[in-house]
């Protein structure tokens, strides 16, 4: 049994009541595109769950399919070459891959809200933040006369200092980090129950990083938001995340809590991606890093694509694709090292 298949069910809490159905349900992803170099099994059997309130970060490096999971969530993958060809995605209640499109555009607009790479140059600079502001609320509220009172209200919320005077100012006329906050009052603006963040800090410096970071952590708990966090970085995924699956070629690798996963790390793709970390802690010499490049994706070796990098390869690492081993309850591995010999063995 897959973890999407055990983690979408109600569990028991330790109180003895029931834990709420997770608000994002994957189930056996898969996204290919149709190249004329063969088919890119971008996004191969992905799955996870994300309740609400809660950060799962999706980490991998360029081209390990974290960008192109969002993609289908949205059911924004680039078509014709591209197509979710596998799979179930359930989002509060709903099956999403099978509403039609005017529904789905809904759904984007109102349930989903999505952070894209550099927040910092997604405003328009011809127009002042608080009209920025108002239009993604008139998009998604009926105009009731109190627009005004509302846009004041969310800039607020976001920690915009002397919100009345800003809402003239132009983009241009605020703090780095003031920008960060109307963007993040725009991506709230639809009451949205999940936020899709895309890359959101690689663009910006470290103290910037750091209040943004901080801000989303905010608005996820003035509003319950599940986050999906998207990131090639394991720093920050440990700043803000709950949980962390960590992705090589389209799949998932390994999925834990995050403390578990720097803890014990148990695929050896992810102790290669600790091993290459800066530790303040001790003075090294030289980072290690991991050996070889990732296969392209349209020739993907059988069995573990991981393989030809991995130090710890055995004879059926290059045959068979590993089994997904669930370590405990909330950590999953794809990894032969840790399956059992009956199945190393079939
Ligand atoms: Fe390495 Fe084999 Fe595990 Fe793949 S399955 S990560 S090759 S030990």
């Not at 890359?199 to 509003?223: C, N």
């Not at 090589?248 to 600790?274: K, N, Q």
Request: charged share 25%; net charge neutral.
């Amino acid at each position: 049994m897959s973890p999407a298949d055990t983690m979408t069910e109600p569990e028991a809490s330790p109180s003895g009541g029931v834990v709420d159905a997770p608000l994002l349900s994957v189930e056996h992803l898969k996204t290919q595109f149709f190249t004329s170099r063969g088919v890119v099994k971008a996004v191969d059997d992905v799955s996870f769950t994300l309740r609400a309130g809660e950060t799962l970060g999706v980490l991998g490096e360029s081209g390990s399919g974290k960008s192109v999971t969002a993609l289908s969530i949205l059911r924004l993958v680039p078509s014709p070459a591209g197509r979710i060809v596998g799979g179930r995605i359930m989002l509060d209640g709903e099956d999403i891959l099978r509403v039609p499109d005017s529904r789905m555009r809904k759904i984007r607009g109102k349930l989903i809200s999505m952070i894209l790479q550099d927040p910092l140059t997604s405003l328009n600079p011809v127009f002042t933040v608080g009209d920025q502001v108002a239009e993604s609320l008139r998009i998604h509220q009926p105009a009731d006369g109190r627009l005004r009172e509302r846009v004041l209200s969310l800039l607020k919320r976001v920690g915009i200092p002397d919100a009345e005077r800003r809402l003239e100012s132009y983009p241009h006329q605020f703090s780095g980090g003031m920008r960060q906050r109307a963007v993040g009052a725009i991506s709230i603006a639809s009451g949205p129950k999940l936020l899709i963040a895309d890359e959101p800090t690689t663009s910006l410096d470290v103290t910037i990083q750091a209040q943004y970071l901080r801000l989303l952590k905010d608005l996820q708990k003035q509003s319950n938001l599940a986050i999906l966090f998207i990131t090639h970085d394991l720093g920050v995924a440990a700043r803000v995340c709950d949980r962390v699956a960590v992705m090589y070629c389209g799949r998932i690798v390994e999925e834990a809590a995050v403390r578990d996963l720097f803890d014990r790390p148990a695929h050896p793709y992810t102790r290669g991606l600790i091993g290459s970390l800066p530790k303040l802690d001790r003075r090294v010499d030289r980072l290690t890093s991991i050996p070889g490049q990732p296969p392209q994706l349209y020739d993907v070796p059988p069995g573990c694509p991981f393989a030809p990098r991995c130090s710890e390869a055995m004879d059926i690492c290059s045959r068979k694709v590993p089994p997904e081993v669930s370590l405990a309850s909330t950590h999953r591995v794809a990894c032969w090292l840790h399956a059992d010999d009956e199945s190393r063995h079939d």
